[in-house]
């Protein structure tokens, strides 16, 4: 009997199929992979700019204005706080500016004129407490209002729905010095 050199049709099929499913199963792998480098990617971005917003909040407190060096008083309410900061301009000095933070739909944001700076996102509250007296005996007041004086720190409380989830957080912000 002759045995001719070859493969047949059948063991053809079958190394067809087998390269399919190697290619099914290697895409599943590279796409989920990829899935979660992007998520991966969005994570870190709105860490970082989460990260940013606290610094730039952190810093504006800092510069906060009152009195005769101030654009206008510190308004601060439950929900919002307006107020003067010395902000650095793209030519490299300090303008005195007036900030307003509010939420703004689902946002947290800063004004300054007509631009708007987004610090958190999404939200669904955002309420405010001034430090009156430090200490352990801490007395914090809901209203903020003077021409001439600031609180000596910020209290911002921010609550988000994702979900079923229930995120809060609290940042605690010291403004610029007294006197």
Same mark, same amino acid.
């Given at each position: 009997?002759?045995?001719?050199?070859?493969?047949?049709? !059948?063991?053809?099929?079958?190394a067809v199929l087998l390269t399919g499913v190697v290619a099914l199963v290697a895409?599943?792998?590279?796409?989920?992979?990829?899935?979660?480098?992007?998520? +991966?990617?969005?994570?870190?971005? %709105?860490?970082?700019?989460?990260?940013?917003?606290?610094?730039?909040?952190?810093?504006?407190?800092?510069? %906060?204005?009152?009195?005769?060096?101030?654009?206008?008083?510190? #308004?601060?309410?439950?929900?919002?706080?307006?107020?003067?900061?010395? !902000?650095?301009?793209?030519?490299?000095?300090? #303008?005195?500016?007036?900030?307003?933070?509010?939420?703004?739909g689902d946002r947290f944001r800063a004004t300054v004129g007509a631009e708007a700076?987004?610090?958190?996102?999404?939200?669904?509250?955002? #309420?405010?407490?001034?430090? /009156?007296?430090?200490? %352990?005996?801490?007395?914090?007041?809901?209203?903020? !209002?003077?021409? +001439?004086?600031?609180?000596?720190a910020i209290r911002v409380r921010t609550m988000s729905h994702l979900g079923e989830?229930? !995120?809060?957080?609290?940042?605690?912000?010291? /403004?610029?010095?007294?006197?």
């Amino acid at each position: 009997m002759s045995r001719r050199a070859g493969f047949t049709l !059948i063991e053809v099929l079958v190394a067809v199929l087998l390269t399919g499913v190697v290619a099914l199963v290697a895409h599943g792998l590279f796409s989920a992979a990829t899935d979660g480098l992007r998520a +991966v990617d969005r994570a870190d971005l %709105a860490l970082a700019r989460d990260m940013n917003a606290r610094r730039w909040l952190s810093a504006a407190m800092l510069s %906060a204005e009152a009195g005769q060096g101030g654009d206008g008083p510190f #308004e601060g309410r439950p929900n919002s706080a307006t107020f003067s900061v010395l !902000i650095a301009t793209p030519h490299g000095w300090s #303008e005195l500016r007036t900030v307003r933070l509010a939420q703004s739909g689902d946002r947290f944001r800063a004004t300054v004129g007509a631009e708007a700076l987004t610090l958190a996102e999404p939200v669904d509250s955002v #309420e405010f407490d001034y430090l /009156v007296e430090p200490g %352990a005996d801490a007395r914090w007041a809901t209203t903020w !209002i003077s021409p +001439v004086s600031l609180p000596l720190a910020i209290r911002v409380r921010t609550m988000s729905h994702l979900g079923e989830r229930v !995120i809060a957080d609290t940042a605690l912000y010291l /403004v610029k010095a007294r006197g």
